[in-house]
């Protein structure tokens, strides 16, 4: 590790191994491909591979899944399984995502178009931050996160009603169907492309 560009909050300057970054992250979902829908339609992920069915029947993996990327160093692996989301009313597990001050309520507009309960842009005591939180509609925790934000003290402070998170109806609704299994089907297309030329 180069310890000069790194802040030593970074690392554990006492411990001879380091990790370097985040590979994956996993969630539980009851439908790979539907999931997927949401995080490239709402949150601009790029389809990033996906398992074989083949492989679950042989016993070379557990479980069906794609991996969505939004970002440089994050991947969701979306896993198919009929357990394990939180419960509505509880906080934790949450994934939340870093974005910057100056997109906050355009990402507030985004969700509101797409038809995803949230609440915020809030703020929480004692913080210069703010965020958004909602649900996948499979009712993981999410949240959008962004560490000092301008004009935080004008924002409504937590804690907040977790109900108002929960997916009353089926995601994504009617008149938004076609655009994003259109946005899943192009992502999943070029994922596909990039996997022959690999």
């Known amino acids: 590790m180069n310890k000069a560009t790194t802040s030593d909050m970074d690392f554990n300057p006492d411990a001879n191994l380091h990790i370097r970054a985040l590979n994956h992250t996993t969630v539980p979902v009851r439908d790979r491909y539907k999931a997927a829908r949401f995080y490239v339609a709402v949150l601009g992920g790029e389809m990033h591979h996906e398992s074989a069915p083949d492989r679950v029947k042989q016993g070379l993996a557990r479980s069906l899944q794609v991996g969505v990327r939004l970002c440089s160093g994050?991947?969701?692996?979306?896993?198919?399984q009929d357990y394990g989301q939180p419960n509505w009313d509880q906080s934790h597990p949450h994934h939340a995502f870093d974005v910057p001050a100056e997109t906050l309520m355009q990402w507030a507009a985004h969700l509101k178009k797409w038809g995803v309960p949230f609440v915020g842009p809030m703020t929480r005591a004692g913080t210069g931050g703010a965020e958004i939180y909602f649900n996948d509609?499979?009712?993981n925790h999410l949240e959008l996160h962004c560490s000092h934000y301008p004009d935080h003290a004008s924002l409504p402070a937590g804690p907040y009603d977790k109900k108002l998170t929960v997916h009353e109806t089926a995601w994504p609704p009617a008149s938004?169907?076609?655009?994003?299994?259109?946005l899943l089907a192009e992502s999943t297309e070029r994922m596909r492309a990039r996997r022959k030329r690999a």
């Open 74 to 80: 994050l991947e969701i692996d979306l896993f198919e």
């Open 137 to 139: 509609p499979d009712g």
């Open 176 to 182: 938004l169907a076609a655009e994003a299994d259109r």
